[in-house]
T-cell receptor, first 113, second 110 residues
Framework: EAQVTQNPRYLITVTGKKLTVTCSQN?????MSWYRQDPGLGLRQIYY???????DKGDVPEGYKVSRKEKRNFPLILESPSPNQTSLYFC????????????FGPGTRLLVL | SQKIEQNSEALNIQEGKTATLTCNYT??????LQWYRQDPGRGPVFLLL?????KEKRKERLKVTFDTTLKQSLFHITASQPADSATYLC?????????FGPGTRLSVLP
């Protein structure tokens, strides 16, 4: 089954404790992206990757890092999480030729205390 | 920066009626606009895309329009059903980025 998976689905952590949210897709997509979703603000793009070893900032990259060492995986790293990073996070992927249709993962709900 | 506005945070309609959701964008017209459906606790699911040079697009009970003069897209669901209740998101490309609107939460009442 074609899908985007994220882990963990739920996470409670404390300020300053490094964490990684994994994202994996099995559709051989080149383009992958991370979003956060907050009430009233909608989905905002954090980082995106056009292909392996090619990443770039979205609208709200501060406090986040990403890497793209393999085509299928695009982890999101929070080196020192803060309470304002409490949010719902989504990973998405699409083909390079047609970035028009993005396939989203199920989401990761993060609470930073 | 690019901005997407969706007219209502929430919209209630009666089953069988047509729901109309509005998406307004700022600055230059994008090459296309997308509409997604999002159910509570789930990721968005792509529904329709309409290009700048298309006035209207249909898919089953869904219809989308694109008016570059008004900088607006309308999303219609005809013969609405309670199962159509969800949040609907509008999105546009911006370079290699995507900008999403805040969404409209549609409730179809039986």
């Amino acid at each position: 089954e074609a899908q985007v998976t994220q882990n963990p689905r739920y996470l409670i952590t404390v300020t300053g404790k490094k964490l990684t949210v994994t994202c994996s897709q099995n559709m051989n997509h080149e383009y992958m992206s991370w979003y956060r979703q907050d009430p009233g603000l909608g989905l905002r793009q954090i980082y995106y990757s056009m292909n392996v070893e090619v990443t770039d900032k979205g609208d709200v990259p501060e406090g986040y890092k990403v890497s793209r060492k393999e085509k299928r995986n695009f982890p999101l790293i929070l080196e020192s999480p803060s309470p304002n990073q409490t949010s719902l996070y989504f990973c998405a992927s699409s083909t390079q030729d047609s970035q028009e249709t993005q396939y989203f993962g199920p989401g990761t709900r993060l609470l930073v205390l | 920066s690019q901005k997407i506005e969706q007219n209502s945070e929430a919209l209630n309609i009666q089953e069988g009626k047509t729901a109309t959701l509005t998406c307004n964008y700022t600055n230059y017209s994008p090459a296309y606009l997308q509409w997604y459906r999002q159910d509570p606790g789930r990721g968005p699911v792509f529904l329709l895309l309409i290009r700048e040079n298309e006035k209207e697009k249909r898919k089953e009970r869904l219809k989308v329009t694109f008016d570059t003069t008004l900088k607006q897209s309308l999303f219609h669901i005809t013969a609405s059903q309670p199962a159509d209740s969800a949040t609907y998101l509008c999105a546009r490309p911006y370079g290699q980025n995507f900008v999403f609107g805040p969404g409209t939460r549609l409730s179809v009442l039986p």
